[in-house]
């Protein structure tokens, strides 16, 4: 158990619905990074925050957004989705953005869209 | 940016051998971060072993080994003694260690199949 939760962990929607993944953190973890695997790909950075501020941004959709709150949770927000948007996400936490340590990952979240 | 390679989608090791994985990367930093990651069926990310820029000795981890030439930009991780529970996605994964936005850049991945 990495310590970090993920919910849901199974999700079925359908094009043009919007959904919201949910991450909590490891305890004392202050950044939270969200990425996305789509079928037998790797892992695609998405978003970054610290502390509650976006810190960097990959190749994230204009359809989709995130914040993390004061309790250090974060969300990810997804709208019109559509087929290709099927895929698990995972979210990661760390001490800091700039430490020695790995990223502790959720189980993930998988997402389908019919 | 930097980006990861890794050449080799699927690789089969016989039960008990030893195989070694694959990583290249480029970048233009001096200090960073290496890691392996090992995805199950059960998709969850597991840590296999991590290794720091700024050190010359190879990461061991039980069995798990790094071979890293800085120089070459090279990462390979060798499994000793494969085991039916190492059948798995792998993942090279490379962090920066300057600026703000030091997410972990993943390789393609390694299928890994041990065969018994």
């Known amino acids: 158990d990495s310590g970090v939760t993920q919910t849901p962990k199974h999700l079925i929607t359908a094009t043009g619905q919007r959904v919201t993944l949910r991450c909590s953190p490891r305890?004392?973890?202050?950044?939270v990074y969200w990425y996305q695997q789509s079928l037998d790909q790797g892992l695609q950075f998405l978003i970054q925050y610290y502390n509650g501020e976006e810190r960097a941004k990959g190749n994230i959709l204009e359809r989709f957004s995130a914040q993390q709150f004061p309790d250090l949770h974060s969300e990810l927000n997804l709208s019109s989705l559509e087929l290709g948007d099927s895929a698990l996400y995972f979210c990661a936490s760390s001490v800091s953005p700039v430490n020695t340590g790995e990223l502790f990952f959720g189980e993930g979240s998988r997402l389908t869209v019919l | 940016a930097q980006t990861v390679t890794q050449s080799q989608p699927e690789m089969s090791v016989q039960e008990a051998e030893t195989v070694t994985l694959s990583c290249t990367y480029d970048t233009s930093e001096s200090d960073y971060y290496l890691f392996w990651y090992k995805q199950p069926p059960s998709r969850q990310m597991i840590l296999v072993i991590r290794q720091e820029a700024y050190k010359q000795q190879n990461a061991t981890e039980n069995r798990f080994s790094v071979n890293f030439q800085k120089a070459a930009k090279s990462f390979s991780l060798k499994i000793s003694d494969s085991q039916l529970g190492d059948a798995a996605m792998y993942f090279c994964?490379?962090?920066?260690?300057?600026?703000?936005?030091?997410?972990?850049?993943f390789g393609g991945g390694t299928r890994l199949m041990v065969k018994p």
């Open positions: 305890s004392g973890d202050l950044s």
């Open positions: 994964a490379y962090r920066s260690a300057e600026g703000a936005g030091n997410m972990l850049t």
